[in-house]
């Protein structure tokens, strides 16, 4: 029995340090003043080869627009199925920010992995990859070139 226990405790020593480690990552999206409907905006992570990641965030409540989010639709639907339970919530108005929580593994920091913002409003236009930012182990901003303002990646 004593040997059993020995290996297990073993086992455990070799194999707990494999585990990965996750960190808390922060995104801040803010919208310019405009004036009009509130926009639906699409929060996603893609590989370092560019290809869809996962959905982080969606925000708008009528999933009739979220095929106007064309770059996260795109690249959503070719990764097959989209599960959207817990990441959705109501749209963003102009001057406002959206914050995102999301717990990511550290292995995802720094290797090459961006974080991408597509916005869209209804007669308003639409903007893949309104924002794009580097998945960094240090706090950074960048500039959107639709509706998004700024995003800001925060640790």
Known sequence: ???LAT??????ALVAPTVAMARDV??????????GPAAYLAVYLTNPDGSYNSTLWVSGQK????GDL????RAASTAGSLNLDGVTG?????????????????TLLDAG??????????????YA?????????????ATGTGYVDTISLGL
Do not use: C, F, P
Not at 70 to 73: L, N
Not at 113 to 126: K, L, N, P
């Open 1 to 3: 029995m004593k040997k």
């Open 7 to 12: 290996m297990l405790m073993l086992a455990t």
């Open 26 to 35: 922060t995104i801040e999206t803010s919208l310019v003043q405009y004036s």
């Open 63 to 66: 999933s009739k627009y979220y």
């Open 70 to 73: 064309r770059g996260w639709a």
């Open 90 to 106: 109501a749209s963003v108005g102009g001057g406002q920010t959206l914050t995102v929580h999301a717990n990511l593994a550290d």
């Open 113 to 126: 992995y961006q974080i991408h913002v597509d916005s869209a409003v209804e007669h308003g236009g639409q």
């Open 129 to 141: 990859d309104d924002a794009v930012i580097a998945l960094t182990s240090t706090s950074a901003t």
